[in-house]
């Protein structure tokens, strides 16, 4: 069953064109997926064209930010040690006499000067020393100049150095307490002017760095950059803990300090920038796969409905096609496809009534044809006969014989004639005529018959023997002394053609009129069908509307009208075929 | 129809979530640097504490917070450790009017002014027992009569020795009572600069405050009784000749001095065996024993015919007259001078109660006893309790002590001392 169903998918793949459903579902994905696609290309483009040129102005301006910082933190440094520059300048006294104190004015000279070291002391400075040549200093008593010249960094430091040194962060051994993840900012600038104790001694400012690598750490973070600051002569001062590779196409900040000769550069591989976009467009792709795949499942769902009903219409339709008229489609929802089923609905009732109709029709005239059929006879032997009859009787100057033989041939050849199903009123009236002969010789009774057709109504036509019957009714009937009148007249009205046949017989209840109507009038003598069967002579050929219609008073006569539609003779619609 | 129009509110669901997706990328880079503010809550009680303590005694003291805390729901200390920069802060604090609540003191002639005086706070508390302070601390944290903090732990001074170096030099253990003749002989003995190991050691940045209580015992002074002359005080021959004897000491090599620039400290010259004596209050106390250095201690040695006297190092706990919760405050002075508080601190100051060291025994540990001993001599008033500008002269007394060490006469640095600073002795 799944493999079959499978099997039918694929194959509907195959053949596109056969599936409404596939149309519908193609229609729908194109109309989800491509504004999805055209506003997810545009808004990821668009934005992440916006967090990179965000990310770039943030990084450059993290970097500057870092810049300042760095400055304002060395400026603060510098500011000090020219302090202590001025002071040690300052003509009004001299600083120092001793180098390593011994009297009292030597103790007053060195409290004074560490006094004023001590007033400059901040809260972020880690100390402020003048360190002599020989390894005597001034300042707060918390270093060890023994531990301090055998630092590297101050090692390094050139013996005729001239100016600010910038030794940069590092671990401060020299002192008393001191943490071994502490990290320092130093600057070193050598006293270059002064004689005697003070000779070639060197200002040591050192500020606590903590927040400034605090301030790398968050840079770094939050921008996912590597930082280095490098001097001039491409010393590293700092650089990110993280392992990094420098590439080619990394992003690059990068910024000098305008106090000495240090440059930030911050390093920013190439992926993590586009990192935000990647994750913008991943969430775009993910977000149109999601879409296009609902817009599938409801393509699918919404068609395989619509389309289940026209197939089902389709399939209706061909069952009504191949005569099972009794298909209905249940109609659930007033739409098109409602109102479509509706219409089908209502047109096989139509074509199921008029098949019916023209069965009853059909199996009615096959009856007739069948009795006549039965009454054939061979109508040569008959008149062939008749005529030697007939020749018989003139020989025997029987005129009586001899007319009414030659009446009742007249009257059967038009009886017997049912090559034409209708003949025209001239045709039909002489045959009543003849009739009429016959009835009279038969009867000696005088019947008055009154005949009133206008000659331009006689080429119309009218059933074949259906007057006859009627009269025969009179006769037998209405008349039963065989003595009365009879009144036959044809007039236009409009388009049809209306006969009254008039007796001023015994005339006929209700009650038996319409029995006589609806064909169930039984008399005794096992007749009565007569005036039925004209009616539905005429129903047969011309339709219901039209027919036969009777009125009566018992006592005074009967008038029976008959209606039919003004029809010309027709050479092919009086053929019967067989 | 319904069936379209789920289809339209779906569509733009799915719209709305791609555009939700897409905003998120953009949105996720921002929300950095917002710290959470920890703000406590209205009915919750801050009570700021300032401390000079560091490490061990740091912890204590963030222990006794805690237990302040559990005792009093509701109320949150929060200590403000100002270390080295105590006295820089705790000045900023009171002049920006936004000090600590409470705030441990020692120098009430220079904050007093901005301290809530406690007798009335005291006189109603019955409960603070005050008669099991040992009266002599009062002496320190009042002024002009009023008392504007309770001593919360104090130290004197006394001789720390090594056993093992008196034993190695065949000298007897020193025993209260000892004269300054004993000890200087001693020191003598037990130097030997060969080795670089001498009798005592001495400071080279020192305190008068610290030495105040030699001087006294033999019969000198910084500064008259009334506070108002240094001349022939500082410098009378009583004062000079208690600061000479340790000039001396130095020039006969019995005697080195320690914790100056590029030198160890005393407390570690001595636990590393290398003086015999040191002169130091009980700070250091626990961290010999913790050396494993064999030490007894001993009191003060005497000038002949001379009352030995002490000088008491006291530690004391004051509320700052601005502080909005002076009752609070008030509960939190009461608790740190309580029993239980004592006790947790009674490893960096001395027991202020009398019945607290009865019931520690500190009065039967040959350790403490001379402290304890020390403390009934210490009767004299601290000079900077005498005169409110102490601070200016005693930056010249220091200069001049500090020189008797280096080797000036005692007698010639103290009368420059004096001429120095006696402009500043009258300012008021």
């Not at chain 1, 001694?201 to 050192?206: A, D, F, N, T, V």
């Not at chain 1, 069948?370 to 008749?386: E, G, K, S, V």
């Not at chain 1, 009565?528 to 011309?542: A, E, I, M, T």
Request: hydrophobic letters at 40%.
């Amino acid at each position: 069953m799944h493999y079959q169903r499978i099997q039918m998918i694929f194959h509907r793949l195959l053949a596109p064109r056969r599936s409404l459903r596939l149309k519908l579902v193609i229609l729908f994905l194109i109309a989800a997926l491509l504004p999805l696609f055209t506003f997810g290309w545009l808004s990821f483009t668009k934005s992440s064209e916006l967090l990179q040129d965000q990310l770039g102005k943030y990084g450059s301006n993290a970097v500057t930010q870092l810049q300042y910082q760095l400055d304002s933190e060395l400026s603060q440094m510098e500011l000090v040690t020219e302090y202590v520059h001025a002071y040690l300048l300052n003509p009004s006294r001299i600083a120092i006499h001793r180098e390593i104190p011994r009297s009292y004015s030597d103790l007053h000279e060195q409290s004074d000067l560490e006094d004023f070291l001590k007033a400059l002391k901040t809260v972020k400075q880690r100390g402020l020393f003048i360190i002599t040549k020989s390894g005597y200093f001034y300042g707060e008593n918390s270093i060890k100049t023994t531990i301090l010249k055998e630092q590297t960094w101050w090692k390094a430091i050139p013996a005729d150095y001239a100016g600010e040194y910038w030794p940069g962060f590092y671990t401060p051994r020299h002192y008393k307490e001191f943490a071994e993840n502490e990290k320092v900012l130093g600057l070193v600038v050598p006293i270059r002017n002064q004689q005697g104790a003070l000779k070639d001694s060197r200002i040591l400012i050192e500020m606590n760095a903590d927040k400034m690598y605090e301030l790398f750490h968050l840079f770094e973070k939050s921008t996912q950059a590597m930082l280095t600051i490098k001097n001039s002569t491409g010393q590293l001062i700092y650089q990110s803990a993280h392992a990094f590779k420098p590439q080619e196409n990394d992003v690059v900040w990068s910024k000098s300090l305008s106090l000495n000769d240090w440059t930030l550069e911050a390093r920013l591989p190439y992926k993590s920038f586009f990192q935000s976009s990647n994750i913008i467009r991943s969430y775009t792709v993910v977000g149109l796969l999601f879409s296009g795949l609902l817009a599938l499942l409801l393509g699918f769902l919404f068609s395989s409905r619509v389309t289940g009903r026209i197939k089902r219409l389709k399939e209706s339709m061909f069952l009504a096609g191949k005569g099972r008229l009794q298909t209905r489609i249940p109609v659930q929802d007033r739409d098109e496809l409602g109102v479509l089923a509706h219409s089908f609905n209502r047109m096989i009732g139509q074509i199921q009534d008029l098949v019916q109709e023209i069965t009853i029709t059909e199996k009615l005239k096959k009856e007739a044809e069948l009795r006549a059929f039965h009454y054939q006879i061979n109508p040569h032997l008959l008149f062939n006969t008749l005529n030697s009859i007939q020749w018989k009787a003139r020989l025997q100057g029987n005129e009586d014989i001899r007319k009414m033989l030659y009446h009742l041939a007249m009257l059967l050849e038009g009886n017997l004639d049912i090559t034409q199903e209708l003949v025209t009123l001239r045709k039909e009236l002489d045959i009543i005529d003849h009739f009429l002969h016959i009835q009279r010789i038969r009867y000696e009774h005088e019947v008055n018959y009154e005949q009133q057709v206008d000659e331009s109504l006689m080429h119309y036509v009218i059933p074949r023997m259906s007057l006859q019957p009627l009269l025969e009714n009179i006769f037998f009937h209405a008349f039963e002394d065989g003595c009365g009148t009879i009144r036959v007249t044809v007039e236009e009205d409009g388009e049809d053609l209306v006969l009254r046949l008039t007796d001023n017989g015994k005339g006929m209840t209700e009650e038996n009129r319409q029995k006589l109507l609806q064909g169930t009038y039984r008399s005794k003598r096992g007749r009565g069908l007569g005036v039925n069967n004209v009616d539905q002579k005429f129903k047969l050929h011309f339709g219901p509307l039209y027919g036969l219609d009777i009125q009566s008073v018992v006592g005074q006569g009967t008038v029976i009208t008959i209606r039919w539609p003004k029809k010309e003779e027709d050479e092919h619609d009086n053929q019967i075929t067989h | 129809m319904s069936n379209k129009r789920s289809m339209v509110t779906t569509l733009l669901l799915l719209i709305a979530l791609t555009v939700s997706a897409c905003g998120g990328g953009g949105g996720a880079t921002s929300n950095q640097g917002s710290e959470g503010s920890s703000g406590s809550k209205d009915t919750e009680k801050t009570l700021r504490f300032a401390t000079w303590d560091t490490g061990d005694s740091l912890k204590v003291q963030q222990d006794i917070a805690k237990l302040f805390e559990k005792q009093h729901p509701g109320v949150k200390v929060q200590i403000e450790p100002y270390a080295d920069g105590f006295d820089q802060k705790l000045a900023a604090s009171f002049g920006a009017g936004n000090p600590p609540d409470v705030m441990l003191m020692w120098d009430f002639p220079t904050y007093y002014t901005n301290l809530e005086p406690l007798d009335s706070f005291m006189s109603k508390d019955a409960s603070l027992k005050l008669d099991d302070i040992y009266e002599s601390l009062f002496n320190y944290v009042k002024v002009d009569g009023q008392t504007y903090g309770l001593p919360s732990g104090f130290t004197t001074r006394a001789l720390y020795y090594n056993k093992k170096m008196f034993d190695d030099a065949g000298v007897p253990y020193p025993k209260d009572g000892w004269t300054w003749d004993d000890f200087k002989a001693a020191a003598k003995k037990l130097s030997n600069p060969a080795k670089k190991q001498y009798g005592f050691g001495i400071r080279t940045s020192n305190d008068p405050y610290d030495l105040q209580g030699i001087v006294w015992s033999n019969g000198g002074s910084f500064v008259s009784a009334d506070g108002k002359d240094i001349e022939g005080q500082m410098n009378s021959p009583e004062t000079a000749q208690a600061i000479q004897q340790f000039g001396d000491m130095l020039k006969d090599g019995s005697a080195a001095l320690v914790g100056g620039k590029n030198q160890m400290s005393g407390d570690d010259v001595f636990k590393a065996g290398k003086i015999a004596m040191w002169e130091s209050g009980v700070w250091p106390l626990e961290g010999f024993k913790t050396a494993k250095v064999d030490f007894g201690t001993v009191e003060m040695p005497v000038f002949p015919g001379k009352p030995v006297k002490g000088i008491v190092a006291l530690s004391a706990i004051s509320v700052a007259k601005q502080s909005k919760q002076k009752d609070l405050a008030w509960e939190f002075t009461k608790f740190f001078v309580s029993n239980e508080v004592i006790k947790m601190r009674s490893n960096s100051d001395l027991p202020i109660r009398k019945s607290l060291v009865q019931e520690m025994k500190f009065d039967q540990n040959p350790l403490y006893l001379p402290f304890y001993n020390m403390l009934e001599r210490s009767d004299n008033t601290p000079a900077f309790l005498l005169n409110r500008n102490w601070k200016l002269v005693n930056r010249y007394l220091t200069t001049a002590i500090d020189s008797v060490m280096l080797g000036e006469n005692a007698q010639d640095a103290l009368n420059a001392a004096v001429k120095d600073a006696k402009k500043y002795i009258d300012k008021k």
